[in-house]
């Protein structure tokens, strides 16, 4: 009989040792779960961090591009009056010499 419960408890000893064991690597394997999700999330937010940045980079050059243009726009249309106002004044000075 006592040969038989040593042998019983021994039993029981290695299946609560087995399921401590199982116990503590589901836990570590959930952990290491929670760490790649938390770790995919910080990925994500970070894509999308450098996503916004990079829109709000195009956008920044986008609107230099925009600023540029007009600015080039607006010395076309002064170098076009400049022009035309020139264009004037040999047109009145033509007129002068043959009225004269």
Known sequence: MQ??????????????IIIIIKIIIIIIIIKIIMMMMIMMMMMMMMMMMMMMMMMMMM???????????MMMMM????MMILLLLL??????????LLLL
């Open 3 to 16: 040969g038989l419960g040593k042998e019983t408890i021994h039993f029981l000893i290695i299946i609560i």
């Open 59 to 69: 956008m920044m050059m986008m609107m230099m591009m925009m600023m540029m243009m």
């Open 75 to 78: 010395m076309m249309m002064n």
């Open 87 to 96: 264009l004037l004044l040999l047109l009145l000075l033509l007129l002068l």
